[in-house]
């Protein structure tokens, strides 16, 4: 006897799937692009106050403030951080929060002596790390196929593509920040194998850069160093 439509398979992509679970599908995709179209709707581009906020107004800011900033405040900066893409969504980028002078302590031995005063002013330091082994996590985070051999036995790739994709959440992280009301000081000047040491010892988990967040002492900046132009960086092919 036939098996009733709702229990016919349909093979997709790697995986096969009933005809049932196919219409689920097709109707998360609806939605999905709905929620584009009402969004689009809604907003269809930031005006010039915004885009100044999170970047062309923006300064890379090296005194803080002592006022807190809140732990919902870093939880909110974080939900839009995992809404930006990464390749397979991946997204190896994993955060720690310094809070507590026991945190700084560990820190500020890696970092090179002019930035452990513009640490220690902020009052959250954010280390932006990532994990080799975040493509373990590919059949949570990519369900629908298998993409787990594609890393599996290469450490090269798998190091390419955690780097890549962590730094890209890690300029989330700053723009987002910025968008809630927050200033940032991206730092670099550290020894990865410290923080790593300190931190991350015995892990799968890399440190990548530093950033000091929280509200600015905007006295402490100079005038805004020079961009390129158009022409000098951009070409089409």
């Known amino acids: 006897m036939p098996c009733a439509n709702s229990c016919r398979n349909t093979r997709i992509g790697e995986h096969t799937m009933t005809h049932a679970d196919a219409d689920a599908l097709m109707d998360l995709r609806a939605k999905a692009h709905a929620a584009v179209r009402a969004l ?11 885009i100044d906020v999170i970047l062309r107004g923006a300064r890379n800011h090296y005194a803080f403030t002592d006022r807190p900033v809140p732990r919902a405040l870093l939880e909110t900066i974080y939900d ?6 990464t390749s397979m969504n991946s997204s190896p980028a994993r955060f720690v929060f310094i809070t507590s002078d026991e945190g700084r302590a560990r820190l500020e031995p890696a970092l090179k002596p002019p930035n452990v005063p513009k640490m220690r002013s902020a009052p959250v330091n954010v280390i932006v790390a990532h994990d080799l082994d975040f493509w373990t ?32 959440q890690g300029a989330y992280f700053m723009i987002a ?25 015995g892990t799968s988990v890399r440190s990548n850069f530093l950033i000091n967040l929280g509200y600015a002492d905007e006295t402490a900046l100079f005038q805004k160093l020079p961009r390129f132009g158009f022409d000098e960086v951009c070409s089409f092919a």
């Open 137 to 168: 996590h590919l059949p949570f985070l990519f369900p629908h196929e298998d993409r787990r051999p594609q890393f599996e036995g290469k450490p090269a790739h798998i190091e390419a593509t955690a780097f890549r994709n962590g730094t890209l």
């Open 177 to 201: 920040a910025r968008a809630v009301g927050l200033d940032v000081g991206a730092m670099s000047g550290f020894s990865n194998a410290a923080v790593d040491e300190a931190f991350f010892a």
């Open 80 to 85: 839009i951080v995992a809404a930006g893409p």
């Open 40 to 50: 689009r709707a809604r907003k269809t581009e930031l005006d010039d106050d915004s």
